[in-house]
């Protein structure tokens, strides 16, 4: 299957949960279309109309190589735009349409789901086109698999956060398939993975991992999911000093959007395999975590050393 047939049917779902969107386009920074896909048709006045509104944007994003614009809204008489730089990594550009009745911003915490999907797709990396369901109010809805008896208490989202490239995702792949991912990508938006465990003859347990992306255009977006999460994992780099230099960043933000004060917040030090000095490190961790009265645990992604440890101290706090 070609990367043409399957961004398309990515961008298809898209558009069967948002009913109120009217088109949905991933295009490149010389502003060619590179997949779309509308709920009324497309023809050459609408997208003339799109690219139009686009081209300043793209414009700038070209000129300006050393900045990222991230993700904006444009409105117009007629449209309303959501787009989302996907990065330097992944030239391109994703972007939601609207009518000028149309709730568009609702739908950007959704959208960065589709984001992270069209990132891994362009890089030739495998990733479902399938998305999660969202209720009448653009939530997403979570639900494993309804042949298998899960109360409200058994599914769990976990929040991964950290600087970027400390590890989140190598560490989540790790705990859920126990293999190293190799091929570095930088999470765009949001990558939600799902961990299905069988406690007991008549127990089972489902973990959703909201992996988050760490670039600081990303926090207007991380706000919304933090609300979803039963415990919130936040991750330092032991072979890079400032990564933890910013913990204490990281622990307000997610203190600042959850309400639910109860939710757990762990620190990890990951990448142990990388560690120069890792005993005098991690006294500095353990006093970071004291000083915020958070449990601190070392991890490696590479190995996976620690990552049971983490894990099962964590399914047990939340049963």
Request: charged share 25%; proline share 3%.
């Amino acid at each position: 299957m070609s990367r043409l047939t399957i961004l398309e049917e990515l961008l298809s779902n898209l558009l069967n949960e948002a009913k109120d969107l009217s088109a949905a386009l991933v295009v490149d920074l010389d502003g060619l279309i590179i997949a779309k896909k509308s709920n009324g048709g497309f023809d050459e006045e609408l997208i003339g109309a799109i690219m139009g509104i686009l081209e300043q944007t793209i414009s700038r994003i070209k000129k300006y190589t050393e900045t990222s614009f991230g993700s904006g809204t444009l409105n117009t008489n007629e449209f309303q735009l959501f787009y989302v730089e996907l990065s330097k990594v992944t030239p391109a550009i994703f972007v939601m349409v609207g009518d000028q009745y149309s709730n568009i911003n609702q739908f950007i915490p959704y959208a960065y789901i589709v984001t992270e999907k069209i990132s891994l797709i362009l890089n030739n990396r495998e990733t479902p086109v399938n998305l999660p369901k969202l209720s009448n109010t653009a939530e997403i809805i979570f639900n494993p698999d309804p042949n298998v008896h899960y109360g409200n208490n058994n599914i769990n989202k976990i929040v991964v956060v950290g600087s970027e490239a400390v590890g989140k995702s190598t560490l989540v792949e790790m705990y859920r398939k126990g293999k190293f991912e190799e091929i570095y990508k930088p999470t765009i938006g949001i990558s939600i993975k799902e961990k299905k465990l069988h406690i007991s003859k008549d127990y089972n347990l489902c973990l959703y991992l909201l992996d988050l992306g760490g670039l600081k255009s990303f926090a207007k977006i991380r706000k919304f999911y933090y609300n979803y999460s039963n415990a919130v994992l936040i991750l330092f780099d032991y072979a890079k000093m400032e990564t933890f230099n910013k913990i204490s960043d990281w622990i307000e933000e997610s203190r600042h959007f959850i309400k639910d004060k109860s939710i757990p917040i762990v620190l990890i030090g990951n990448k142990i395999d990388l560690a120069e000095n890792r005993e005098d490190f991690k006294i500095q961790a353990q006093n970071l975590a004291d000083q915020y009265n958070i449990p601190f645990f070392e991890t490696s992604a590479y190995t996976g050393e620690g990552i049971d440890e983490l894990f099962t101290y964590l399914i047990s706090s939340l049963l």
